[in-house]
């Protein structure tokens, strides 16, 4: 079965509120020309509904980085075996020259690979 990659690049900021074209929600969720898109093999801390201040400085961090990685040029979104999930997000991987855009924030110790299931952030 193949799957569908998808190569995009454009300028993104946080996103505001009101309606959403292209800009980042967090650190692991942004919008690309009105679409909602989920990048599928991490999970970031929250920052909207975080558990403790932690978790939202945390959170914070993974959006802020994740906008200047989005921003350093084309990049490319990879689905896997799901193209959505139960919210109607696209998932995707987001790769740069066959690189996980993702988890370069795991590496950075702003994001952890995605387990299925949420983690706590929160000592």
């Known amino acids: 079965m193949a799957f569908a990659t998808i190569t995009a690049a454009a300028l993104f ?3 505001p509120e009101g309606p959403r074209t292209t800009c980042v929600v967090d650190g692991d969720t942004f919008w ?3 679409e ?9 801390p929250e920052t909207h509904g975080a558990q403790c201040p932690d978790e939202r400085q ?3 961090a993974a959006t802020r980085r994740l906008i ?11 689905e ?14 987001v790769t740069r020259r066959g690189q996980s855009i993702g988890q ?4 950075e110790g ?3 690979t995605w387990k299925g299931r949420r983690s706590g952030w929160c000592s």
Not at 36 to 44: E, G, P, V
Not at 80 to 93: M, Q, V
């Open 80 to 93: 896997g075996t799901r193209s959505h999930d139960r919210y109607g997000r696209r998932l995707a991987t």
């Open 110 to 112: 702003l994001a952890e």
């Open 58 to 60: 945390r959170g914070e």
């Open 68 to 78: 200047v990685l989005l921003n350093a040029g084309p990049f490319e979104l990879v």
């Open 13 to 15: 900021a946080l996103c």
């Open 36 to 44: 909602k898109i989920r990048m599928a093999d991490i999970n970031a």
């Open 32 to 34: 690309l020309a009105g």
């Open 104 to 107: 370069v924030l795991v590496s």
